[in-house]
């Protein structure tokens, strides 16, 4: 079994970019699958993490998370969704509409060349445990893992879709990810109307990460809306709200970018520290980094809680 790793930056990592891996339900768009993978350069049996961005971010971004993820001991794989602003393709696009369905098939891409994929990276496929997967989304990456996780999109009527889940798949974590539809503006009721997940299928296990400040413009409710996937969901979940947090969780996509309006880093650390911990929990290779992390909430005097059921 992997031990805990040290720092990040005491252990030494590597990134290999741009990788790609085949995508025929991307073939109408002309636009290929790229992604980035980023692991130790040291360690055997990692675990393997997919990243599912928000919206209009790429593989270029959530450095900081990432990198602690990888000197977690995980192998981190960051697809770039079709959504990234590099494409162009903006929420007037009558493209957009249909992408939420794109990122999964996205994920599913993945997961069903990962072997391939990771022998891109020399020496890499052989150090890693790819009976070990895990995926992590934030915002409406969120709803992207969410899916591969066992949740499902409801239709207009409230009819579920199918089921988009992953048998790769043996926990997630889904941070600052929208709740249920039934609260949504009007706004995102006309424009993201697929914004209506039903998390009552995902039966997988999942961490919900929470921002007690996330007070979104797309929703008529406050920032319990974010909570929804773990209170709506059936067990095993785990909660952990970050009281001050906001949409970003202090900067998780990156230091200083424009999207950010509570910037620490100390607030990413945290968050990123609790994403690896849970894994490495619910994926049976270490639970002695969520203990520490229960105990820092403890200790945080009410600014972090944790929550299971």
């Known amino acids: 079994m992997p031990t805990s790793a040290p720092a990040p930056l005491d252990r030494r990592l590597v990134a290999v970019k741009p990788l790609t891996v085949p995508a025929p339900h991307r073939a109408a768009s002309g636009v290929a699958l790229q992604l980035k993978v980023t692991a130790p350069v040291d360690g055997v049996d990692?675990?393997?993490?997919?990243?599912?961005?928000?919206?209009?971010?790429?593989?270029?971004?959530?450095?900081?998370?990432?990198?602690?993820?990888?000197?977690a001991g995980f192998v981190v794989v960051q697809p770039t969704h079709l959504?990234?602003?590099?494409?162009?393709?903006?929420?007037?696009?009558?493209?957009?509409?249909?992408?939420?369905?794109?990122?999964?098939?996205?994920?599913?891409?993945?997961?069903?060349?990962?072997?391939d994929l990771l022998a891109e990276v020399p020496g890499l496929r052989e150090r890693t445990d790819a009976s070990r997967v895990a995926v992590v989304g934030h915002s409406w990456g969120g709803q992207t893992a969410g899916a591969l996780l066992g949740a499902r999109v409801e239709g207009p009527a409230g009819d579920p879709a199918e089921d988009l889940s992953h048998p790769a798949v043996r926990a997630g974590v889904l941070v600052a990810t929208t709740g249920t539809g039934d609260s949504l503006t009007g706004f995102a009721r006309e424009h993201l109307p697929f914004m209506r997940p039903d998390f009552s299928t995902m039966t997988t296990p999942v961490l919900v990460?929470?921002?007690?400040?996330?007070d979104s413009a797309l929703s008529t409710r406050g920032p319990d809306w974010f909570t929804d996937a773990y209170r709506l969901g059936p067990s095993p979940r785990r909660l952990l709200t970050v009281t001050k947090g906001h949409h970003t969780?202090?900067?998780?996509?990156?230091?200083?970018?424009?999207?950010t309006t509570d910037e620490d880093p100390a607030r990413v650390e945290l968050v990123a520290d609790a994403v690896a911990a849970f894994l490495l929990d619910a994926l049976g290779v270490d639970d002695g980094p969520w203990r520490e992390i229960e105990g820092r909430a403890a200790g945080s005097g009410g600014a972090v809680t944790t929550e299971r059921r």
């Open 46 to 71: 990692l675990p393997v993490l997919v990243f599912s961005h928000g919206n209009a971010w790429s593989m270029d971004g959530y450095g900081p998370s990432v990198d602690r993820w990888a000197a």
């Open 209 to 214: 990460v929470a921002g007690g400040e996330d």
């Open 83 to 115: 959504d990234s602003r590099r494409h162009g393709i903006t929420p007037h696009d009558p493209r957009f509409a249909t992408i939420w369905r794109t990122r999964v098939e996205d994920l599913h891409a993945v997961l069903d060349h990962l072997g």
């Open 249 to 259: 969780l202090g900067g998780l996509a990156g230091e200083a970018v424009a999207e």
